[in-house]
T-cell receptor, first 113, second 111 residues
């Protein structure tokens, strides 16, 4: 089975500061990578995805992520966060056949004024 | 609005009772999934379906059963609920472009 590691369970940050949420995965084969966001009492929404091509992927709400195959990482970044970015963020991995998706344990981003 | 609808949204059960969670999608997706979300554990796959009439086990299938009699519906059943099944359950369907579309969740408490 694949594994997805999000080392930071909580990340506090001040408004307008940059943020990086880390995601590492274990796989010996090609994978597809995703970041999802979950606002309180809601389902998960797709932020961005990497399937192929450019390793720098841009998503919604100003987020971007970089796929690093050698380090098996897919870190999420935003240059300037807003209060409304407070949410829980999940990294997910899927193998080439897209049958299953494996999720990390989540990172709670708390943006302070 | 198009999407994934889960019913019920909240339910309290006593140990040993049974219940069924219904997931309905109107996007004509082939793949559907049931996940459970527990604090600090992310989402764990219970069962999934790659098309009408087919189901498969995920990471944590014990204590659950599923059925996909119609393409748009994916049912998750608990035959004899246990306190360990207290969780938030999410249904999702998959676009052909790879990403999942989630419902709003069903919060289940087993006393």
């Amino acid at each position: 089975a694949q594994s997805v590691t999000q080392l930071d369970s909580q990340v506090p940050v001040f408004e307008e500061a940059p943020v990086e949420l880390r995601c590492n995965y274990s796989s010996s084969v090609s994978v597809y990578l995703f970041w999802y966001v979950q606002y309180p009492n809601q389902g998960l929404q797709l932020l961005l995805k990497y399937l192929s091509g450019s390793t720098l992927v841009k998503g919604i709400n100003g987020f971007e992520a970089e796929f690093n195959k050698s380090q098996t990482s897919f870190h999420l970044r935003k240059p300037s966060v807003h209060i409304s970015d407070t949410a829980e963020y999940f990294c997910a991995v899927s193998l080439y056949n897209f049958n299953k998706f494996y999720f990390g344990s989540g990172t709670k981003l708390n943006v302070k004024p | 609005n198009a999407g994934v609808t889960q019913t019920p949204k909240f339910r309290v059960l006593k140990t040993g009772q049974s219940m069924t969670l219904l997931c309905a999608q109107d996007m004509n997706h082939e793949y559907m999934y049931w996940y459970r979300q527990d604090p600090g554990m992310g989402l764990r796959l219970i069962h999934y379906s790659v098309g009408e009439g087919t189901t498969a086990k995920g990471e944590v299938p014990d204590g659950y059963n599923v059925s996909r009699l119609k393409k748009q519906n994916f049912l998750l059943g608990l035959e004899s609920a246990a306190p360990s099944q207290t969780s938030v359950y999410f249904c999702a369907s998959k676009f052909e472009t790879g990403e999942l579309f989630f419902g709003e969740g069903s919060r289940l408490t087993v006393l």
